[in-house]
């Protein structure tokens, strides 16, 4: 049985207080379908890395909602922003941000110019996701490049852009 919901307006007026009643279903319900969201199996500190032990399906008492995470492959290997109690959902707002390119990863830069393409090794010098221009650092001669990201792991940049 779901609860009822009262809705009551002050007027001033000398009616008699209107009342309105709908019903909810608590926050508590089981899911309309679709997989158990993800909960923590114990409280984590921000800045903990999540481990596969860390997280299991919820027990159908928490619901699918937009936000909540439903794949343990997004989770695992990323860290939590927030202090996160045990059993709460683990939500999207929750985790760093998973960058195509993270600052100090080894990286391809690649320039193409007149159907001739050349490649060489690098490090970002910053995180960047596709599109983002980052400052990335030749191996070989230890110039500094500014880069666009392109793919995981991989920069290009323009021919005479630096």
Avoid: C, K, Y
Wanted: charged share 20%; no cysteine; proline share 7%.
């Amino acid at each position: 049985h779901a609860p009822t919901w009262e809705r009551r307006l002050r007027t001033g007026a000398p009616l008699p207080t209107l009342t309105r009643s709908v019903s909810a279903a608590p926050d508590s319900a089981a899911p309309a379908g679709g997989a158990p969201v993800l909960v923590l199996t114990r409280s984590l500190a921000r800045g903990t890395l999540i481990e596969a032990h860390h997280v299991t399906p919820s027990d159908g008492s928490v619901r699918p909602a937009p936000g909540r995470l439903v794949d343990p492959s997004v989770v695992i290997g990323r860290r939590l922003t927030v202090n996160l109690g045990a059993g709460r959902p683990i939500l999207a707002r929750h985790l760093e941000q998973r960058w195509l390119v993270e600052e100090g990863a080894s990286v391809a830069i690649t320039s193409e110019a007149a159907g001739i393409s050349v490649t060489v090794a690098g490090v970002a010098l910053a995180n960047g996701q596709r599109g983002d221009r980052i400052r990335v650092r030749n191996s070989r001669s230890s110039r500094v490049l500014e880069a666009t990201v392109t793919d995981a792991e991989n920069v290009a940049v323009a021919p005479n852009m630096n």
